[in-house]
């Protein structure tokens, strides 16, 4: 017999859908050791695997509006995590290999990626990587501001250190008399909502 939908689990996507952050930390909290632990297992890397766990959380808040609540959270958010590794998986496989001796007539050009640019396709680029810069200024000052309007100082603080600065997570935690834990949990937050926001 299938789980039943958690009355809390509803609740606490409730309160992430209404912007409350600290329900949005708690989401975090809940499933993120859980998640790690899951991709761990799969990819013995850890910092890739903390990218595939980011990538679940900002493919949670981009599918939330579809969210229907009738299947458990666990599992509607390890179905994301799946995808996402199943992603990253085919991402890895993706690498073509070009044999140095196979043999090209004279009458053959080898033709490798990026190779002779046209002006347009230079000016796409550059159109296109001016309005991603556009969109992670504007989903900073989105960030910022909200947390302005909830008087979230210390995170901002952290933040600023963290990105700003160049900070460690140590020297920022010891600066503002975080655990390094705090810090890292900010970090990523910080992180999850900039890819949701821009979009990746």
């Not at 909290?29 to 595939?52: C, H, I, K, P, W």
């Amino acid at each position: 017999m299938p789980e039943a939908p958690s009355p809390a689990d509803d609740d606490l996507v409730n309160q992430i859908r209404q912007g409350d952050e600290s329900a949005w930390q708690r989401f975090i909290d809940q499933f993120e050791g859980r998640l790690m632990a899951y991709v761990v297992s799969r990819l013995r890397n850890r910092a890739t695997a903390e990218d595939v766990v980011q990538e679940t959380f900002v493919g949670f808040l981009t599918s939330l509006p579809n969210f229907d609540g009738k299947r458990p959270l666990e599992s509607y958010l390890f179905s994301i995590c799946g995808y996402k590794l199943t992603d990253h998986l085919r991402r890895e496989g993706r690498r073509p290999a070009l044999s140095m001796n196979s043999a090209v007539s004279s009458s053959q050009a080898l033709q490798l990626p990026g190779s002779a640019r046209g002006a347009s396709t230079i000016y796409r680029s550059v159109v296109r990587r001016s309005n991603e810069e556009k969109k992670v200024i504007d989903a900073i000052s989105q960030q910022i501001d909200r947390w302005k309007s909830q008087g979230n100082w210390v995170k901002l603080q952290a933040i600023e250190l963290l990105i700003v600065r160049g900070m460690p997570n140590k020297k920022v935690a010891e600066s503002l008399g975080l655990t390094e834990q705090q810090v890292a949990n900010y970090k990523s937050d910080f992180q999850i909502r900039m890819k949701s926001i821009v979009g990746e």
